[in-house]
């Protein structure tokens, strides 16, 4: 099984790209095989200027192509997803994440932002033709500490990444079985 891990924040080390460390840390200890990708592997011009034949996206393409799931992160600025991340994924053919299970995560200054991974950020998700976009998680910036160095999430936060990391387990287990043949 393998899965593509994307971090959508323009600063690194951030939140998001810690969160998705940690998630790639437990995917592995179940076997599974995690593809780490940011959006510091892609050019500035290529985003900006919308160059679909970049060498870092047709990459991305491709590891897309074989990977069974997705686990984005990024951080919610003005009430939505970075504008990075939005750019990125708009370079992205329409079925990029078809038969893909897609977990999101989100992290921001406070919980007032909870909604935009449902608002924002699911939404674009769904129109790349996702199989399944999963029960985002939303972490305030204080749940995540020392994100520079080890990270460390209180334990509220560790609890809903666990859960969300069985479910999203369990999807691509679901996305492997054969649908019962109707008699």
């Given amino acids: 099984m393998r899965v593509i891990t994307l971090a959508g924040s323009p600063r690194f080390p951030s939140r998001s ?3 998705l460390s940690l998630c790639q840390h437990a995917l592995e ?10 959006i510091h592997n892609f050019q ?4 900006l200027y919308a160059r679909f034949d970049s060498p870092a996206l047709a990459a991305l393409k ?7 799931g997705l ?4 951080p919610i600025y003005k009430a939505s997803f970075s504008g990075a991340l939005k750019t990125l994924l708009d370079l992205l053919p329409e079925r990029a994440l078809e038969h893909k ?29 996702a199989q399944e976009v999963l029960h985002g998680v939303f972490a305030t ?9 080890q990270p ?25 079985q054969p649908y019962a043949h109707a008699v």
């Fill in 17 to 19: 790209t810690a969160l």
């Fill in 29 to 38: 200890t179940r076997g599974v095989e995690v593809i780490p990708w940011n």
């Fill in 44 to 47: 500035p011009e290529d985003l």
């Fill in 62 to 68: 491709a590891d897309l192509a074989i990977a069974d």
């Fill in 71 to 74: 686990i984005v992160a990024t």
């Fill in 101 to 129: 299970v897609v977990l999101p995560l989100a992290s921001g200054g406070s919980a007032s932002h909870l909604l935009a991974v449902d608002y924002a950020l699911k939404p674009v998700l769904n129109a790349l033709k």
């Fill in 141 to 149: 910036d204080g749940q995540i500490l020392h994100y520079d160095r």
């Fill in 152 to 176: 460390e999430l209180d334990q509220q936060l560790a609890d809903r990444i666990d859960d969300a990391l069985d479910t999203f387990w369990h999807a691509l287990h679901r996305r492997h």
